[in-house]
């Protein structure tokens, strides 16, 4: 239902771009977000932002300078830009759907294969 | 507090039951998530909420919830339960999502 797309290697101070295409349910139906995490490697994961059915977008603290993320209505997708790649962004990617099913209830119930990123110098 | 504890690393003999932790403030809050990951693979839902399983985790899987501590029980593990264990719920703010470190579980 999620599919990630996007380049596996980035150079060093260039943007990273990713789009995950959803199939199955509308990217603004209620009662979805649509988020993005990552797990450098050997390490736990890592939450990098989401965007909720209408629009709204939360970002980690340590991320939200530099992370972006955005929705295609017409592809019924949704993207994640990540500005000045250095070493340290190389990880997987994942994107995933976030559920709620009431005001304390949140889970990510599907989530993309996920996409190794590699930043060279 | 944004964070989420869990134990680095928890081991069980075949058939036996276990349980992983995951401690946070956010959880006095928040109903958490449970998640599985095997060796290059992207993480799974296995249970949720109050004790929700999602239609393709076994019912060896549970979940509870006290205090500020989310309970992962396998009843029964079997081979196939290997991997990191993830807790995950919103955070304090409710805006922003957390995660725990992560617990590594060893079947005997």
């Known amino acids: 239902r999620l599919q990630l797309s996007g380049p596996g290697l980035v150079k060093a101070t260039q943007t990273l771009s990713l789009t995950c295409s959803v199939s199955?349910?509308?990217?603004?139906?209620?009662?979805?977000?649509w988020g993005w995490i990552r797990q450098h490697p050997g390490r736990g994961l890592e939450w990098i932002g989401y965007?909720?059915?209408?629009?709204?977008?939360h970002y980690n603290p340590s991320l939200e300078s530099r992370a972006s993320i955005s929705v295609d209505s017409s592809q019924n997708q949704f993207s994640l830009d990540v500005t000045s790649m250095t070493a340290a962004d190389t990880a997987v990617y994942y994107c995933?759907?976030?559920?709620?099913?009431?005001?304390?209830?949140?889970?990510?119930?599907?989530w993309g294969l996920g996409r190794l990123v590699t930043v060279s110098s | 507090s944004s964070e989420l504890t869990q134990d680095p690393a928890v081991s069980v003999a075949l058939g036996q039951t276990v349980t992983i932790t995951c401690e946070g403030d956010?959880?006095?809050?928040?109903?958490g998530s449970w998640y599985h990951q095997k060796p290059r693979q992207a993480p799974i839902l296995i249970v949720y909420?109050?004790?929700n399983r999602p239609s393709w985790s076994p019912d060896r899987f549970s979940c509870s919830r006290s205090g500020n501590t989310a309970s992962l029980t396998i009843t029964g593990a079997q081979a196939e339960d290997e991997g990191d264990y993830y807790c995950?719920?919103?955070?304090?703010?409710?805006?922003?999502?957390?995660f725990g470190g992560g617990t590594k579980l060893t079947v005997l």
């Open positions: 909420g109050d004790n």
């Open positions: 995933a759907r976030n559920r709620h099913d009431s005001g304390f209830l949140y889970y990510f119930d599907y």
């Open positions: 965007i909720s059915y209408s629009g709204t977008t």
């Open positions: 956010s959880l006095r809050r928040y109903l």
């Open positions: 199955g349910v509308s990217v603004h139906s209620y009662g979805y977000d």
């Open positions: 995950g719920s919103r955070d304090t703010s409710g805006d922003r999502w957390v």
